[in-house]
């Protein structure tokens, strides 16, 4: 077979590849979208009347959504009738159910919520972390919900596996969550894609099967690893799914 032949063959080959898992990519990202969800606050008294906190998705047997456990801290207003509400679908008039706090966990910034309706789940990975370098994604709500409910996608490799915590220069950086993180260190994904404000709570998935590896979380890179700069970088942090999986065994929730 001559050289000219080879050098064919293996272009085909990569043109086939590069197509298939162009396709794969897709299809990963339509089925995730199914599974992603706004996590917000319904007031009957304001204009508008939702407002979105942040993202979240759906585990478990379709009525269990996780989160992060800042973006429900905020407490609700008894006096003026405010829900906990999780948003589903896509556009201007996404589906409304009122969610209820299950269990959180301070310590990985995680919580659980549960509707009443079942909506598509989505399947987790196994709890061991995945390597440097591994392809990922993540679907959410970088900008809120202002024009509607419309999912973002982002794309990029899994930087570091490194502790949530790094020393501070000085005793008066140190502040409770700090203290405690330093008691209790624990490993976080390190990512090169950009992650906002809206985006915490994200499901983090790997991109050839679609499983959740991790949890997006915006506020470490302002509460710990980028103190120190005037503004936040690129880099994002999301926290791994074994601390998922540990939020769902302690709320007594079977897991897929």
């Known amino acids: 077979m001559s050289i000219l032949v080879k050098s064919l063959f293996a272009f085909a080959i990569l043109l086939t590849h590069s197509a298939s898992y162009a396709h794969n990519i897709v299809d990963i990202v339509k089925e995730a979208k199914q599974s992603v969800v706004g996590i917000g606050i319904y ?19 379709g009525q269990y959504i996780v989160t992060n456990n800042h973006v429900i801290a905020k407490p609700l207003d008894d006096t003026a009738k405010q829900k906990r509400v999780v948003l589903a679908g896509v556009g201007r008039y996404p589906k409304m159910f009122e969610a209820y706090i299950v269990e959180v966990d301070e310590l990985h910034d995680l919580a659980l919520l549960r509707i009443s309706t079942k909506l598509k789940p989505f ?39 490194t502790p949530v915590i ?91």
Do not use: C, W
Not at 143 to 153: H, K, N, V
């Open 166 to 256: 790094v020393p501070t220069e000085h005793s008066s950086q140190l502040d409770a969550k700090t203290l405690r993180r330093l008691r209790e260190p624990y490993l976080v994904y390190q990512m090169d894609a950009t992650a906002y404000p809206g985006n915490s709570g994200s499901a983090v998935y790997e991109v050839e099967t679609g499983k959740v590896v991790a949890v997006i979380n915006k506020v470490f890179v302002k509460e710990t690893k980028e103190t120190i700069l005037s503004e936040p970088s690129g880099i994002t942090y999301s926290i791994p799914v074994k601390y998922v999986k540990q939020l769902l065994r302690s709320a007594n929730v079977d897991i897929n």
């Open 123 to 161: 399947q987790l990975a196994g709890s061991n972390l995945i390597p440097d370098g591994s392809e990922v994604a993540f679907t959410g709500f970088p900008i809120g919900a202002i024009l509607g409910l419309y999912p973002a996608t982002h794309r990029g490799i899994i930087a570091s596996s």
């Open 43 to 61: 007031d009957p008294i304001k204009a508008p009347q939702t407002s979105l906190h942040g993202t979240g998705f759906v585990v478990a047997n």
